[in-house]
Nanobody
Framework: QVQLVESGGGLVQAGGSLRLSCAASGRSFTTYTIGWFRQAPGKEREFVGAIRWGSGLTDYADSMKDRFAISRDNARTTVDLQMNNLKPEDTAVYYC????????????????WGQGTRVTVSS
């Protein structure tokens, strides 16, 4: 059974950094994409970025590619989201999810989701 567990969220001041982790288990993810999404209060879920597990290729939403970076650790079976220069508008619940589609960008292409981790950026 596929399981995704996010961690690393919390409260940070604007300009600070956070590193979120997504621990994945239950299958081999070599041919899968791990995506990060976020959902702010009152807003729709938004694509942040994704990584193809086997190749390590990444893709990001244009508005985040200069501040966010995704990496994977094969030994720990985790995918990390490094977020730098955080802004109050980055406040959201962040989710990781898996998709069989190469670097999928839409939430309906993802079929397993974690429970999310909350990030709050204070001004």
């Amino acid at each position: 059974q596929v399981q995704l567990v996010e961690s690393g969220g919390g409260l940070v001041q604007a300009g600070g950094s956070l590193r979120l982790s997504c621990a994945a288990s239950g299958r081999s993810f070599t041919t899968y994409t791990i995506g990060w999404f976020r959902q702010a209060p009152g807003k729709e879920r938004e694509f942040v970025g994704a990584i193809r597990w086997g190749s390590g290729l990444t893709d990001y939403a244009d508005s985040m590619k200069d501040r966010f970076a995704i990496s994977r650790d094969n030994a720990r079976t985790t995918v990390d989201l490094q977020m730098n220069n955080l802004k109050p508008e980055d406040t959201a619940v962040y989710y990781c999810a898996i998709s069989p589609t190469f670097l999928a960008r839409t939430s309906d292409e993802y079929n397993h989701w974690g429970q999310g981790t909350r990030v709050t950026v204070s001004s």
